[in-house]
């Protein structure tokens, strides 16, 4: 879809006037930029935003203030969802790509237990049976991949009906809580490096690149020490995911 062609589908939408839209593309480009800098160089951002404006079109159709939530927040949901669902058509992310991860996140917590302590990198590698080169590759590859993984609803995030839901059940409320208790509690336990870029990441919202100009380090290592932090979280949330 051209700009051309998307800007039409603008026009024509019913509920959705060219005003807000232009008002609310700057959420629309902060949200493609910050999926873009966790994804390989096959997704393109002017993609995430054409996804991303057609998921604003539909929040401004479907927004309903009782709900509790700002509109902001609403449509930065949708806005996201939209992106996500473009990017799983595309399935760039290879089985073996799934698998490695899971493996290093299995060979973490080998390591963990049988030590009582954090895994370093070489322990990793030695108990995957790769060199530490190898095993930093294979953080780099993948890393792209946590971004559909962590994001799925069934695991440890919301879906956007349960988020603007107002009948959440005591039961799932006190889930809810308890994971996020567990979670906050391990990403405090972190190495700091770790703990640094989660933080730079999540909260600050700053890409790789970004990161790397902060840490005095390339995109690369950013990128291997963020994938590292997600497996060594999901090991020690097992229980949960």
Not at 132 to 152: K, M
Request: net charge negative; hydrophobic share 35%.
């Amino acid at each position: 879809m051209n700009a051309a062609n998307l800007y039409t589908q603008v026009q024509s939408a019913c509920d959705s006037p060219v005003q807000d839209i232009e008002r609310y593309l700057p959420l629309v480009k902060k949200i493609a930029y910050h999926l873009k800098g966790r994804l390989p160089d096959s997704v393109f951002v002017e993609d995430l935003i054409q996804s991303g404006v057609i998921g604003l079109m539909e929040a401004i159709q479907k927004y309903n203030p009782t709900q509790g939530a700002s509109f902001e927040t609403y449509a930065g949901i949708r806005i996201r969802g939209a992106m996500l669902d473009e990017i799983r058509k595309g399935d760039w992310t290879p089985r073996s790509v799934h698998r490695k991860s899971r493996e290093v996140s299995e060979a973490m917590s080998n390591v963990e237990a049988r030590l009582g302590r954090e895994a370093h990198d070489q322990e990793v590698a030695d108990e995957l049976g790769v060199s530490l080169e190898e095993y930093h590759q294979i953080l780099v590859d993948t890393n792209s991949a946590h971004l559909l993984s962590i994001d799925e609803p069934e695991q440890n995030e919301l879906s956007e009906d349960q988020i603007m839901s107002n009948t959440v059940t005591p039961l799932v409320e006190l889930t809810q809580s308890g994971f996020q208790q567990a979670l906050a509690s391990q990403i405090d336990s972190l190495p700091e490096k770790e703990k640094l870029v989660m933080a730079l990441y999540y909260d600050e919202e700053l890409n790789l690149k970004e990161i790397g100009e902060i840490l005095d380090v390339s995109e690369s290592r950013v990128s291997q020490i963020h994938s590292q932090a997600i497996k060594r979280l999901r090991s020690r949330l097992s229980d949960w995911i």
